[in-house]
C-alpha cells in the first residue's frame, strides 16, 4: 500500500538521471563517442579527479589527525579544539570561495581550490572518526597492551584498524563534494567537471556536450558512491553485555604538546577565522557605502521560501520510502530506495541542467518557475530526508508495535496511531535539515530560480562575479548563520549517540 | 475462558528448526508456565501463537477457532491474543491511560470505566496521567498487564515478564500478576527460564527443550515425577546416585533407598540406572548416631531460609551429595550420618 507513494519517490529521484539519457541518445552513438574521445575531455576527467585525490588525501591527513588530537592527547585547548575543528563545515564552499578570492586574488586555479575545498571538507573526515575515536572500546586496547604491544603499535594495529571503516566512509563523502562542487572551482576559476559543463551550457546552442558531460561526471560519482556504500557495511564491533564502555586513555604528547597545538590553530584559522573575518570586512567595508537592505530581505525571503517548498516536498516523498526500507524490506522496496538515492550521486549542476533541458521541451509551463527549481531540490535532498525517517522510524522499538498488533490494530494504524507519532521528531528535524541545505544550495538554484528572483546564495554569486565584494558580503554572512544551526544540532546528536550506550 | 491448542507446531530460523512439533494444551482460565532453558524455543513458540513467527507447520487454534493451520494464518491484529513483552514496551508518547485504553474500540478509549478498571486490578489506580518514563520497572510491566488485560482478550502471553526486575520486586508483581489474571478469568500463557516462577505462579507447567514439550502437568507431578533426567535436571536441584532396582527398593551407595520406577523407565530386564533424588530427601545426622552412611562436610551455602551442604561419603570413593537442611547448619569439615527420606525415582540408563 505504500509501494505506490514510494514508486512515485523513486520517478521523481530518476527524473533528471532518465531525461539526460534521452537526451543524449537523440544526439546519436557517433556524436557522443566524438565529445567523449576529444583531447579536451580528457584532460578535463583527469584535472577533476587529481582535484579530488588531491582534496580527499589532505581531508584525510587533516582530519584524522585533528580527531586524534581531539579526543586522545593532553593538546592544550582539547576541548575548543574538539568544537571549533567542526565548524568549517558551516561554511559553503562558494562562501569560502567569496572569502580567499577577495581578500587575495591570486589565491585561484588548483591551489585556490584545494585550498579552499580542503578546508570545508576536512570535517567530513574529522566527525566520523573523532566519533568512532570515542566509541572504540578501551578494553580492547588493554589487551593488546597486556599482550605485549607497545603504546605506538597498539595505535596502528588495534586503534587505526577501527577506525578505518570512519575514515574510509568520510573520504569518500569528500571526494564526492570536491567532484560535485560548483561554486569553488567557478569562483576560483578552475576548470574542473561542473564549471565547464555550466560553461558549456551557457556558451553554446548545442547543449549536447553539456549533456555528454554531465553523464560522464555522473559515472564518476556514481562509482564513488557505491565504493562509499561498500564502505559502510561490516564495521560492527562485538562486545558482550550492555553498559557504558569506560573513558579511552588519553597520550600525552611530552614536547610535542606546543607544536600539535600550533598546527590545529593553523588548521581552524585557514578553515573557519580567516573566512569570517574576511566576510566581516567585507560586510564592515559594504557598511560604509551603505547596505541594500530592500534587496537582502527580498533576497533572504525568497530563500526562505524555495527552501521551505522544497523541504515539505521532500518531506512528503521521503515517508512512504522511509518507512518502507525500515519496516518492510523485500526486493521491490530495495529497488524503490535505491533508485530514490539517485540524488545522493547526481551533482546538483547536472540536476539543474536535466531539468533545465526538461523544462524547455517537455514542462514548458513550469519552465523558469518555482515548481521546477523545488524539483529540483526534491531530487537532490529527497535522499537526506529518507534516511532522517528511516532513522527515526527503525528507532521505534519493533516489540512495542508488536503489543499494538496484539491489541487489534492493523498494519496500517499501527503506522498511524505508534510508528509515525514516534517518529515525528526525526522526521522533523530530517525535514529542518533539509530546509537548511536548500537555502545554502547554489547550482540549481542558478539555472531555476524564477526569472528576476534572487536568493542569498545567488546574490553572493552575481555580486563577487562583478567584483561588489563589499555588497556580496552580507549575503555570505547570512549564509554563514543558516548554515551554522544544522552544525551545532549535527554535533549534539553525535555527542548525545556516545552517552547513550544502546 | 477461551483454550488454547498448538498440534504439532513445527517452525524454524532460515535451516535451523526451532519448534519441532510442540503439542499444548491450555484449559481456558488457566495459566500455563512454559519452562526452558534459553534456546530452548519457547519464546518463538510464544510468537508464533501470537501471530509474529509463521510456523512451517502444525496448527494453533483458540477456542477451536483456527488460527494457524496449512492454508490458513490470521494476523496478530484478529486473533484477539494480547502480549506481554519483556520489557514492557508500553508506547513511550502515551500516558498510562492512553497505553491502557490502546487496544479498545474508538468509542470507549475516552472516558471509559475499563481503563480505571484494569489500573486498578494491578493495583495502579490514580496513575492514568503518569509517562512512561515516569514509572519503575515494576509499575511499567503492570501496566503493560493492564494494557493486554483491557480489551479482554481470549488469551493473555506473557514473555518473560518479570526477568527484567529486581529479585526483590519479583515476588510482589508474580503474585499480583497472578491475582489480576484470576480475578479476569483470563487464560494465559507465561514463557519463563525461572524454575521458581514456573512452579509457584502457574496451574500447570510445561517444560520445554530443544524444540518441543517434554512434560505438561501441574507443578508438584513436574517436581516429584519428572518423566526423565532432563526435566528432572532443569525444574530443580538433584542428587542422581548409580543404582540398581531391585523390586521396589534400589541399591545406592547410601544403601537400600525405595524407588519408583520413572515414566519412560522400559522394560522389567532393565535394572542397572540412575536413583533421582531432591536434595531435602536427604538428611543429615550427628556422627554418633547409628543409622545412616557416614560422611563430611565439604562445603556450606546458606540462603537464610535454608542452606545447601555439600557432603562427601567416606566410603564409596567420595561420592559428593548435596543436602538441604533448615536445621541447625553443619560447618565445613564436620562428620556426619546422612539417610534417605521418601522414595527416589529410578532412571534406567537404556530408557
Known amino acids: ?502 | 475462558m477461551s483454550a488454547l491448542a498448538v498440534r504439532g507446531l513445527h517452525a524454524s530460523f532460515g535451516d535451523t528448526p526451532v519448534l519441532r512439533g510442540v503439542d499444548l494444551d491450555v484449559p481456558g482460565g488457566t495459566l500455563t508456565a512454559v519452562l526452558g532453558p534459553s534456546g530452548c524455543g519457547k519464546t518463538t513458540l510464544l510468537r508464533a501463537v501470537a501471530g509474529f513467527v509463521r510456523p512451517d507447520s502444525g496448527t494453533v487454534l483458540v477456542d477451536n477457532q483456527v488460527l494457524v493451520a496449512p492454508g490458513t494464518d490470521v494476523p496478530p491484529e484478529r486473533r484477539g491474543i494480547a502480549l506481554v513483552p519483556q520489557e514492557g514496551s508500553l508506547f513511550p508518547h502515551l500516558d498510562v491511560a492512553g497505553n491502557v485504553a490502546f487496544g479498545l474500540p474508538r468509542e470507549q478509549r475516552r472516558g471509559s470505566r475499563r481503563v480505571a478498571e484494569v489500573l486498578e486490578l494491578v493495583g495502579l489506580a490514580g496513575y492514568a496521567k503518569r509517562r512512561p518514563d515516569e514509572l519503575s520497572g515494576g509499575q511499567q510491566q503492570r501496566v503493560a498487564l493492564a494494557r493486554a488485560l483491557a480489551p479482554d482478550p481470549r488469551l493473555v502471553l506473557l514473555d518473560e515478564p518479570f526477568s527484567a526486575l529486581d529479585a526483590g520486586l519479583r515476588g510482589a508483581i508474580r503474585a499480583d500478576v497472578r491475582t489480576a489474571l484470576a480475578a479476569t478469568g483470563a487464560t494465559a500463557v507465561l514463557v519463563t527460564h525461572d524454575q521458581d516462577e514456573a512452579l509457584s505462579m502457574a496451574d500447570t507447567v510445561a517444560v520445554m527443550d530443544d524444540g518441543v514439550v517434554r512434560m505438561h502437568a501441574t507443578p508438584e507431578q513436574v517436581y516429584t515425577g519428572p518423566v526423565d533426567l532432563g526435566v528432572a535436571r532443569f525444574v530443580g536441584q538433584l542428587v542422581e546416585l548409580p543404582a540398581r532396582l531391585d523390586g521396589t527398593s534400589a541399591r545406592t551407595v547410601l544403601g537400600e533407598v525405595a524407588a519408583v520406577p520413572g515414566e519412560r523407565h522400559t522394560g522389567a530386564g532393565e535394572r542397572t540406572g540412575v536413583l533421582a533424588l531432591r536434595p531435602e530427601q536427604l538428611r543429615l545426622h550427628p556422627a554418633e548416631t547409628g543409622a545412616g552412611v557416614p560422611a563430611r562436610v565439604e562445603a556450606v551455602s546458606f540462603h537464610g531460609h535454608d542452606a545447601t551442604v555439600a557432603v562427601v561419603l567416606e566410603e564409596s570413593a567420595g561420592a559428593r551429595l548435596l543436602v538441604r537442611t533448615t536445621g541447625p547448619t553443619a560447618a565445613v569439615g564436620d562428620r556426619v550420618r546422612v539417610t534417605v527420606e521418601g522414595p527416589g525415582l529410578f532412571f534406567a540408563d537404556h530408557a
Open chain 1, 1 to 502: 500500500m505504500l509501494l505506490v507513494p514510494g514508486l512515485v519517490t523513486a520517478l521523481v529521484a530518476l527524473l533528471p538521471i532518465g531525461y539526460l539519457l534521452v537526451r543524449t541518445a537523440e544526439a546519436g552513438p557517433e556524436r557522443v563517442w566524438e565529445i567523449v574521445v576529444r583531447e579536451r575531455t580528457l584532460t578535463l576527467v583527469l584535472r577533476s579527479l587529481a582535484l579530488a585525490g588531491t582534496v580527499t588525501a589532505l581531508s584525510v591527513v587533516v582530519g584524522v589527525g585533528l580527531a586524534v588530537l581531539a579526543t586522545r592527547t593532553n593538546v592544550p585547548g582539547r576541548r575548543l579544539l574538539a568544537v571549533t575543528a567542526a565548524l568549517p563545515l558551516a561554511i559553503p564552499s562558494y562562501v569560502a570561495a567569496f572569502a580567499w578570492i577577495s581578500a587575495f586574488p591570486s589565491v585561484s586555479g588548483f591551489a585556490g581550490t584545494v585550498l579552499v575545498l580542503t578546508a570545508c571538507c576536512y570535517p567530513y573526515v574529522y566527525l566520523p572518526v573523532a566519533a568512532a575515536m570515542r566509541r572504540i572500546d578501551p578494553a580492547v586496547e588493554e589487551v593488546a597492551r597486556s599482550l605485549g604491544r607497545s603504546p605506538w603499535n597498539t595505535f596502528w594495529s588495534v586503534t587505526a584498524r577501527q577506525l578505518r571503516p570512519a575514515a574510509a566512509s568520510g573520504a569518500l563523502l569528500v571526494a564526492l563534494y570536491a567532484l560535485s562542487d560548483f561554486g569553488a572551482p567557478s569562483l576560483l576559476r578552475f576548470d574542473a567537471f561542473t564549471r565547464v559543463i555550466h560553461a558549456s551550457y551557457r556558451s553554446s546552442f548545442d547543449r549536447t556536450p553539456a549533456a555528454v558531460l554531465s553523464l560522464l561526471l555522473v559515472a564518476i560519482t556514481v562509482a564513488i558512491t557505491v565504493a562509499e556504500a561498500r564502505t559502510r557495511r561490516g564495521s560492527e564491533r562485538a562486545r558482550v553485555g550492555g553498559g557504558v564502555a569506560r573513558r579511552p586513555h588519553t597520550v600525552g604528547l611530552g614536547r610535542l604538546r606546543w607544536p600539535a597545538a600550533t598546527l590545529a590553530v593553523a588548521v581552524v584559522t585557514v578553515a573557519l577565522v580567516f573566512p569570517i573575518a574576511s566576510l566581516l570586512y567585507w560586510f564592515a567595508t559594504g557598511l560604509s557605502s551603505g547596505v541594500d537592505v530592500p534587496d537582502l530581505a527580498t533576497s533572504a525571503l525568497n530563500t526562505f521560501w524555495f527552501a521551505l517548498l522544497g523541504a515539505v516536498l521532500c518531506t512528503a516523498l521521503a515517508v512512504p520510502v522511509g518507512v518502507l526500507a525500515a519496516r518492510f524490506r523485500g526486493r521491490s522496496t530495495a529497488v524503490i530506495e535505491h533508485a530514490s538515492f539517485a540524488g545522493h550521486a547526481l551533482p546538483g549542476i547536472v540536476v539543474a541542467l536535466a531539468l533545465v533541458f526538461f523544462g524547455a521541451r517537455v514542462a514548458q509551463p513550469v519552465y523558469q518557475r518555482t515548481p521546477l527549481l523545488v524539483l529540483a531540490y526534491a531530487v537532490l535532498f529527497v535522499p537526506a530526508a529518507i534516511g532522517a525517517v528511516r532513522s527515526a522510524v527503525t528507532m521505534s522499538p519493533v516489540r512495542t508495535e508488536e503489543a499494538a498488533r496484539s491489541l487489534g490494530s492493523t498494519p496500517w494504524q499501527v503506522l498511524r496511531r505508534v510508528t509515525l507519532p514516534l517518529a515525528a521528531p526525526g522526521i522533523a528535524a530530517g525535514a529542518a535539515l533539509v530546509l537548511l541545505t536548500c537555502m545554502k544550495e547554489l547550482p540549481a538554484t542558478l539555472l531555476l530560480r524564477p526569472t528576476g528572483a534572487d536568493t542569498l546564495a545567488t546574490s553572493l554569486w552575481t555580486e563577487t562575479g562583478v567584483a561588489a565584494y563589499g555588497a556580496a558580503a552580507p549575503y555570505g554572512l547570512a549564509l554563514v548563520v543558516l548554515a551554522v544551526l544544522p552544525t551545532l544540532a549535527l554535533m549534539r546528536s553525535q555527542r548525545a549517540g556516545e552517552t547513550d550506550p544502546s
